[in-house]
C-alpha cells in the first residue's frame, strides 16, 4: 500500500480547508437563499448558526480526521466500531450527492465565463440561461468541469489540491475585493447594502427561528460539514495542531467571503433595478449576468465575476471529491489517478439527470442540504459529544495550552444545544424534502 499523504505546510492546509468552505455554496447559493428569504434576516440566521453550531461540529470532524489519519469510513469504524461505519458512509454518500449537481452548476460557469468575453448573454440573459442550464450544453459542461476536478485530484494531496488552493483562494479573495469595490460605486448600490445588511429589529428572532431549517442547511454546506471533508481533510495533518485556532481561521475566512459575496451580487442587483426576491439560481445566472449587460464594461464585469465563481466553485470540488477518492484508495488499494478518473466518471453520470431537468438537481440540493448534511452533523454531535468524549476531548486539546475548560465547554455544547437544535432542523428539512419531491414528480 502506498504511504499515506500529509500537507506540506500549515497554511496548505488551511488554504485547502477555506478552500472547501469557499465555493458554490458562498456565492452561487448563499445570495439567492438570502434573497428568496428577505435578506438580512436570513443574514443572521446563517451567522448565529455558523458560530453556534457550525464550529463545534467542524471540531468534532477534525478531531476524528486527525486521531485515526483514516479516510472518512475507517476513521469512524476505528473510533465507533462496524457501527459507526455507517456514519462515514453517509457522509461520503453525502459528498458524491452534492458533487453530482454541483458539478452542473460549475458546467453553468464555464459557459457564463465564455458568453461574458462573447457578449451571448447579453441580448437576452434569461433565454439564454435556458439554454445553458437544461439539455446537451448542460451535460457537456458538466463533463468539462468534472475534466478540471479529475485532474487535480488525481495529482495527488500536495501536487494537486495544495498547490491550486495556493494560487485560486487568493485569487477568489482579491477578485471579489474588486467587484465589491466597483459595486460600491454604482448608484442604488445603498438599498442594496440596506436589502443585505439592515434587518427589521422588531421582528428579527422570530424570522430567525422560521429560517433556521435553510440557514443550518447553507452553514453545513459553506463549511463543508456532514460530507466527511474536514475528516479527510485534517487526516492529513502531519503535526499536532491547535485545531481550535485552525477551526477559528477557517470559519472567519469562510464567513467573510460569504458576506463579502453579497457585497458584491446585491450592490450589483439593486443598481439596475433587479428584483432579489426572484430568488433561485436566477439570483447569478438570470439576474446578476442582465445587470452586467447593462453595465459599463459589463463584459469585463462579467468576466471577472464569474473567472472568480469557476474558480471557488473549483477548490469546493477538489474536497468533495477528495473524501471519495481517499476512501477508495484506502479500503481498495487502488492507484490514486484510476480511481480518480473511475469516481469522476460515475459521479457524472449520477449527475446528468440533473443537467436535464431543473427541478430535479432541487431534489438532489434539497434532500443533500436539509436532510444528509444535516443528518451527518447530528451524528456527529452525538458521537464527540457522547460516544467517544473522552478521546475527543483529549485530542481536543493536543496542540493547546490550557485547552481543559474550553473543551470540557465543547463537550457539553455538543451534547445538548447541537444535538437539540439539528434534530428540530432535520425534522424540518424531511418535511421540505417530501414537498420538493412531491412538485418534481407528482
Known sequence: MAVRETWATRIGFILAAVGSAVGLGNVWRFPFLTAESGGAAFLVAYLVLVLLIGLPV????????????????????????????????????????????????GGWVIQYLIASVTGAYTANPEAYFGSASVGMNAVLFDALFMAFVVGI???????????????????????????????????????????????????????????????AGQAFFTLSLGMGVMITYSSYLGEDRNLLSDGLIILVADTSIALLSGLVVFPFLFAMGVDPGDGGPGTVFVSLAGAFAELPAGRVVGAVFFLMLFLAALTSAF?????????????????????????????????????????????????????????GGLLLAIFGGWVYSAGALEEFTTGMTGG???????????????????????????????????????
Open 319 to 375: 474536497s468533495i471529491m477528495e473524501v471519495v477518492v481517499a476512501f477508495v484508495t484506502e479500503t481498495f488499494d487502488v492507484d490514486r489517478k484510476p480511481a480518480t478518473v473511475g469516481l469522476g466518471v460515475v459521479i457524472f453520470l449520477v449527475g446528468v439527470p440533473t443537467a436535464l431537468d431543473l427541478a430535479i438537481l432541487d431534489v438532489y440540493d434539497v434532500l443533500a442540504n436539509q436532510v444528509l448534511l444535516i443528518g
Open 58 to 105: 467542524m471540531l468534532v470532524e477534525f478531531v476524528v480526521g486527525r486521531r485515526t489519519k483514516h479516510n472518512v469510513v475507517g476513521a469512524f469504524e476505528e473510533l465507533g466500531g462496524s457501527n459507526w461505519r455507517l456514519v462515514g458512509g453517509l457522509g461520503a454518500f453525502a459528498g458524491f450527492v452534492i458533487l453530482s449537481y454541483y458539478s452542473v452548476v
Open 153 to 215: 485530484v488525481a495529482l495527488g494531496v500536495r501536487d494537486g489540491i495544495e498547490r491550486a488552493a495556493k494560487f485560486m483562494i487568493p485569487g477568489v479573495v482579491l477578485l471579489l475585493i474588486g467587484l465589491a469595490a466597483y459595486g460600491s460605486t454604482l448608484p442604488g448600490a445603498d438599498d442594496g447594502y440596506a436589502f443585505y445588511l439592515s434587518p427589521d429589529t422588531s421582528t428579527i428572532v422570530t424570522d430567525a427561528v422560521g429560517l433556521l431549517p435553510d440557514a
Open 404 to 442: 481543559d475548560r474550553l473543551g470540557t465547554a465543547w463537550i457539553w455544547f455538543l451534547r445538548v444545544p447541537v444535538v437539540l437544535v439539528l434534530a428540530f432542523v432535520l425534522y424540518n428539512g424531511f418535511g421540505a424534502t417530501a414537498e420538493v419531491v412531491r412538485a418534481a414528480f407528482l
